[in-house]
């Protein structure tokens, strides 16, 4: 199949992994269209037979970060990441139980980035951990330690059962 | 017996050995705390599974596809053609009006959940249409695109009857007992289980590892459903 093709039947996963990743519809479709152009650039660094779908999501994610870096240097998220230190550090457990109960965009979004991205790879794209590792460029053991404390902190702000 | 808390997300995330995961799935039947959280772990995964399948069933933006089309510049004439045929090819527009129909069917029920679970007695159950489907669809005549794709159906090690399916939001096991169909294997939808098939969870190996014999033929699964699951 070729590149382009194989980048189509990508693009539903990705937009999904995208908002998850930035939880904004704009954001999100700003961010694939980034991840394509990138990727339609860089396709030479892209081996023929290895799978695009991680090679893809590799991009998407590292474009985000930076993004996040650019944005935190410019003052933007201050403020945000401020709540997120408070919620997601170790005062997690202080959040009243069922708080965001149903609010998933809510509770994802008091999630540092790097539990963020690994809930979603993992929980919603359902990648192995192994492969989540691969995506991340992290040890097997970083993916399921920032896992463990994404999950505890989305069991602890959506309540209990879904 | 106690469980490393990474150890039962581990099982959960069908990233432990066949083994582990037998001996976790025993112990869980006598300890409550640990088959509590097995649950509070799957229900976890569906609720999130469930909140970002509708995105993936979203057409996409003409604008990110306009970025894929004729980006490259080939000389050869035969790939040219074999392009354009690709382009019309029915299985192409199937899979175009299908995302599309799910897209649909999505958004003219705002208000029912994306996916059909409930919880009973601490159990993940399913519900709503997913546990019509497992009630009522046989594998051998659901057609060619049911809302719920019905994969295997089998008898486990604890004789309940239980069905492995595939939706857009969840895919899973079911296993029919007192609760109803208790799910004991969720990952996400369609699009994430295509993936899971490349990583140790497949559910067809999950299937494979609770099997008692060998999965049932139409015959079997007809009469088993005639019988009502029992």
Request: hydrophobic letters at 45%; charged letters at 25%.
């Amino acid at each position: 199949m070729r590149f382009e093709e194989e980048l189509i039947e990508l693009l539903p996963r990705l937009r999904r992994f995208a908002r998850g990743l930035t939880h904004s519809t704009a954001d999100a479709d700003d961010l694939c269209q980034a991840a394509i152009e990138r990727a339609l650039k860089s396709r030479g660094q892209w081996q023929d037979g290895t799978r695009l779908d991680s090679w893809m999501y590799r991009i998407t994610r590292n474009l985000w970060i930076d993004e996040r870096r650019a944005a935190g240097r410019r003052g933007v998220h201050e403020v945000i990441d401020e709540g997120v230190m408070q919620i997601a550090g170790d005062g997690a457990a202080e959040v009243e139980a069922g708080a965001l109960r149903g609010d998933v965009d809510g509770a994802m979004a008091r999630l540092p980035d790097e539990q963020r991205e690994v809930v979603m790879l993992v929980l919603v794209e359902g990648y192995a951990y192994r492969e989540a590792a691969e995506i991340l460029d992290v040890p097997i053991g970083t993916v399921t330690s920032r896992l463990a404390r994404g999950r505890d902190t989305l069991m602890q702000l959506l309540g209990e059962a879904a | 017996m106690s469980f490393d808390p990474l150890l039962v997300a581990a099982y959960v995330d069908g990233e432990v050995d066949d083994l582990t995961a037998r001996r976790i799935e025993r112990e869980a039947e006598s300890n409550a705390a640990l088959a509590a959280a097995i649950a509070r772990h799957r229900a976890l995964t569906v609720q999130l599974a469930a909140h970002y399948a509708p995105v993936a069933a979203e057409p996409v933006p003409d604008r990110l596809r306009a970025l894929l089309a004729d980006t490259s510049i080939d000389t050869s004439l035969a790939e040219r053609r074999e392009r354009r045929r690709l382009r019309v090819a029915p299985a192409h527009m199937g899979a175009i009006a299908a995302s599309l129909l799910l897209g649909l069917t999505i958004g003219m029920r705002p208000w029912a959940p994306a996916a059909d679970v409930a919880e009973r007695g601490g159990m993940l159950v399913a519900s709503g249409e997913l546990a019509a489907a497992l009630d009522t669809q046989l594998a051998a005549t659901q057609g060619a695109d049911p809302a719920v794709r019905i994969g295997l159906s089998f008898q486990d090690r604890r004789g309940r009857i239980c069905r492995s399916f595939e939706g857009a939001a969840l895919s899973g096991i079911g296993c029919r007992d007192a609760n109803g169909w208790s799910l004991e294997r969720t990952v996400g939808g369609r699009t994430a289980s295509a993936y899971r098939q490349a990583g140790s969870g497949s559910l067809a190996a999950d299937a494979a590892a609770m099997m008692a014999g060998e999965p049932f033929d139409a015959a079997a699964e007809r009469a088993a459903r005639a019988r009502g699951w029992e």
